[in-house]
């Protein structure tokens, strides 16, 4: 069975924590209670094993940005995270790549990805 490319849900919530905490350092603190529908603007991709367990992740927060007087849609990539036994299989290649698509069919015509945590990105 191939890998489950899809946006997470609010059932999701607890292995998008666990993942991300680990990525980014955070994995000590109590995971905040979740909303029940994501926030307006905020998309979650995810990639799924054929266990059902998440493997990689990234966010597309609708943005607006300023160009000649106007705001132009845009997409502010954020939490990108692959499980460290899962690198180098290209998951995030094919994450951002869907994640991207989905952006560009909303109308955002820019990507941002802005590394507030440098260390995985090195």
Do not use: C, N
Not at 23 to 46: D, L
Not at 49 to 70: I, S
Not at 94 to 111: C, F, H, K, P, Y
Request: hydrophobic share 45%; charged share 25%.
């Amino acid at each position: 069975m191939t890998d489950d490319l899809r946006l997470l849900s609010a059932d999701d919530a607890e292995a998008a924590w666990a993942l991300g905490s680990l990525t980014f350092g955070y994995h000590a603190q109590a995971m905040p209670e979740a909303p029940a529908e994501p926030p307006p603007g905020r998309r979650t991709w995810g990639v799924f094993g054929a266990d059902g367990r998440l493997l990689a992740k990234a966010v597309d927060l609708e943005q607006g940005h300023w160009f000649g007087g106007r705001s132009v849609p845009a997409s502010g990539i954020a939490g990108v995270a692959v499980a460290a036994d899962q690198r180098g299989r290209g998951l995030s290649r094919r994450l951002i790549t869907r994640l991207l698509a989905d952006v560009r069919e909303r109308g955002a015509v820019i990507s941002t990805l802005f590394d507030t945590t440098p260390v995985p990105y090195r």
